[in-house]
Structure formats: structure tokens, C-alpha cells
């Protein structure tokens, strides 16, 4: 059992933890694909997405994000036999800047910071978008590890290491850090590779992260299903 009075600084993924990637991500492909789609459920449309998406992130030099998506927009039109005008494939690359925080994300991690506790985010995306969704949502962090400033995606270990040798800077040491996350694929797999203790926010209906790239290894230290749940550790 861990109680956040364990920490000095708390670390959280962000697409998928803080903000509901999925739901817009799953709106854009149904308007789009539209009867292509017929006889696959959400969850194997969304797991089909994530497949295709992962190895284009692996590879090196790594793309930037709007590109991720854009090749993975053209990887799926491929698998669902589906045509892919330029103007739909440049709309969905700029879709990582319009994703709408859960309910109790912004709540909780203000109320995280009136405890004293430094807060950081590692994510898998370019510097412009996600300053944009912080801009439109009033938050801030004190560590900020994007794929744009490492060169590198999740689990790549590049975004950890950033975001722990900022947070060292500040003095505080790798056992006094608590990495919150709901990817176990991208974000609980390497926080166990670098003995970090994590928590899986495991919200009811997602998907990303969850089975696939050997998502099923991961072993949090503890499991919520919510972030406002972290604040009760």
C-alpha cells in the first residue's frame, strides 16, 4: 500500500489519463469510415487503431506526432478498404490539440499541487498541440517531458529519465516520485523497468494501452479507476 505522503512529486501521462483522447479519436473515425465499420465494435476498432499506430512511433528518427497520426489515419484507410482525402487526413493530424479533459482531472491535479506536491507530465506528443490543450484548460506543470523534446515515444525510456533528472534538479530523488497513468502498454511497463512506483487509472470502457506491445507484463503498485481516486491514496 502507498499514501501519496510517501511522495514529493507526482508524474502523470497525459492523453488517455488526463485528457479522453479515445472518445474524439473514436468520433473522428466513425464519421470518416462510416459503414466500413459495420460489424466491429468499439473496442476492436480503437485496439486496431492502437496496433497500427505503435510501430510507426518506433520508428527512429521518430516522427513528429501530427505525422504519427496522419500515417496511422493511412494505415487504417488500408485495413478498412476506406478512401482518405488529403483534406480528412490533415484534419485528423491536428487532433491532438482539441481533446477535452475527463471531469476530474484538472480538479485533482490543482488540488495535488495545494498539497505541496510537484507535479509533472510525460507525453507522447509534439510541444505545440499539447500547450495548446493547457492553454484551453488553465494548467500548468513543473516537469514537462514531450515526444518533441526527448525524440522519442513511450515506453521508450527517454521520457522518464528527462522528467527524473528535471525533478532531481529540484532534489527530489526517484523513490519520492509517484508516476499515475492509464496505459500500462506506454507508461506502467517502463515505470516498472525503473523500479518507479505507478498507479493504473483504469477508467471503465478504455482501451488504449490496455492488452497489446506486452501491456500485460505491467504490475502497478496500485490500481484506481479514476484520477480524482489518486487524491484518496
Not at 499514501?3 to 501521462?13: C, K, Y
Not at 479515445?22 to 473515425?29: G, H, Q, T, Y
Not at 525524440?151 to 534538479?169: Q, T
Amino acid at each position: 500500500m502507498i499514501q501519496l505522503s510517501d511522495f514529493d512529486a507526482v508524474t502523470f501521462d497525459f492523453y488517455g489519463t488526463i485528457v479522453n483522447w479515445e472518445r474524439e479519436i473514436l468520433a473522428f473515425l466513425e464519421d470518416w469510415a462510416g459503414p466500413a465499420l459495420e460489424g466491429r465494435s468499439v473496442s476492436d476498432l480503437l485496439e486496431l487503431y492502437d496496433r497500427l499506430r505503435q510501430p510507426i512511433q518506433h520508428e527512429r528518427p521518430a516522427w513528429r506526432y501530427t505525422e504519427v497520426l496522419k500515417q496511422t489515419l493511412d494505415q487504417l484507410a488500408l485495413a478498412l478498404g476506406c478512401d482518405l482525402p488529403t483534406c480528412v487526413r490533415d484534419r485528423f493530424g491536428d487532433i491532438a490539440s482539441t481533446h477535452q479533459p475527463f471531469p476530474d482531472s484538472v480538479a485533482t491535479i490543482r488540488a495535488l499541487r495545494e498539497r505541496g506536491l510537484r507535479i509533472g507530465v510525460l507525453s507522447n506528443v509534439d510541444n505545440e498541440p499539447f500547450q495548446r490543450i493547457l492553454n484551453a484548460i488553465g494548467l500548468e506543470f513543473d516537469v514537462v517531458a514531450t515526444a518533441e523534446r526527448v525524440g522519442a515515444y513511450k515506453p521508450d525510456l527517454a521520457h522518464f529519465n528527462a522528467a527524473l533528472a528535471d525533478l532531481r534538479a529540484l532534489g527530489i530523488e526517484k523513490d519520492r516520485v509517484l508516476h499515475v497513468a492509464q496505459s500500462r502498454f506506454a507508461d506502467i511497463v517502463p515505470a516498472n523497468r525503473l523500479g518507479l512506483s505507478c498507479v493504473w487509472v483504469d477508467r471503465p470502457g478504455h482501451v488504449f494501452g490496455r492488452s497489446s506491445g506486452g501491456a500485460e507484463t505491467a504490475t502497478p503498485t496500485m490500481t484506481v479507476p479514476d484520477l480524482a481516486s489518486v487524491l484518496h491514496l
